[in-house]
């Protein structure tokens, strides 16, 4: 890929300034968008994930990820490939460029997140924390870099293809929220912003976007859904997240169903219809999961 976005000092900002990077998975009922803190190296991107998440789960079958990351109104949309490195069973150490990389990025890691270390270790002190864990590195192979909903630049080789339909989209569903504690419920107000996964050719993209209360619908970027060359139809997910550095801080919500999405009157702006079918939530380490019944 193209390294020009190293020079470009909006992307940087981005990349250095903000907290949390949202990582799109291909899970097998389709893209699983949760968040996670992060460091960048170069062309990757550092992560720590519980070995047993749903993340470090489908990356060992599926590479192919999407990631988000959003400071204000600018975002970093990015495509590329995952791996698992784990110190304790040296997978992954030896592939090319790891086992060198490894203690940078470690270290890059802890000095960015260290108040995150600090208050995960704080409200989960088992001897084992450090082995339940495993780091996992993101090549980055695409990267647009979007004001609002516009696609500022692009670097690597994006699809480019307009597979979207004009017109209104079909009517969502709205979740049913009924038994999400009501903190953790009210992530999902009108106008909130969310993060929206969805199919390419490339992979899971994670994508900024607005959530309308109450509908099931929500807005994101037109443009860069047509440089991925995302389908108008598609298995989705919507995340919903709010944290500070304590691990019992950690509330979300995960909204998973199929989409629709049609381009809109205003040529940026994709609208998309959810039907939900699966809700999941957060709150600390505590967690439910719902399926709406056929």
């Keep these: 890929m193209s390294e020009g976005w190293h ?64 400071l204000g109104r600018w975002s970093v949309v990015i495509s590329g490939r995952a791996r698992i490195v784990d110190p304790l069973t040296a997978r992954g150490i030896f592939s090319p460029g790891a086992l060198l990389d490894l203690p940078f990025a470690a270290a890059g890691y802890l000095s960015r997140n260290h108040r995150h270390a600090t208050g995960t270790i704080r409200d989960h002190q088992a001897p084992t924390l450090a082995l339940s864990r495993v780091l996992v590195s993101v090549d980055i192979r695409r990267l647009a870099l979007l004001d609002g909903w516009t696609v500022a630049e692009r670097w690597g080789r994006w699809d480019g293809a307009d597979r979207l339909l004009r017109g209104e989209p079909p009517a969502g569903t709205a979740p049913d929220l009924g038994q999400v504690p009501p903190g953790v419920r009210n992530l999902l107000g009108d106008d909130a912003p969310v993060v929206l996964g969805w199919n390419s050719p490339a992979g899971p993209l994670a994508l900024p976007a607005r959530w309308q209360a109450g509908t099931g619908e929500l807005e994101t970027s037109a443009e860069a859904m047509m440089i991925a060359g995302a389908a108008q139809a598609s298995p989705a997910s919507v995340c919903a997240e709010r944290s500070r550095y304590r691990l019992n801080s950690k509330q979300g919500l995960l909204l998973s169903g199929v989409g629709q999405a049609r381009l809109a009157d205003d040529p940026s702006i994709a609208r998309v219809a959810l039907d939900t079918r699966r809700t999941t939530w957060w709150k600390g380490e505590e967690g439910h999961t719902t399926v709406r019944s056929a």
């Design 7 to 70: 020079r470009n000092r909006r992307v940087n900002e981005v990349l250095d300034e903000a907290e949390v990077l949202y990582l799109a998975v291909a899970a097998s009922k389709g893209p699983h968008v949760t968040p996670a803190v992060f460091d960048v190296d170069g062309d990757r991107l550092w992560f720590i994930t519980p070995r047993r998440s749903v993340k470090a789960r489908v990356i060992d079958r599926h590479r192919r990820v999407g990631g988000l990351v959003q």
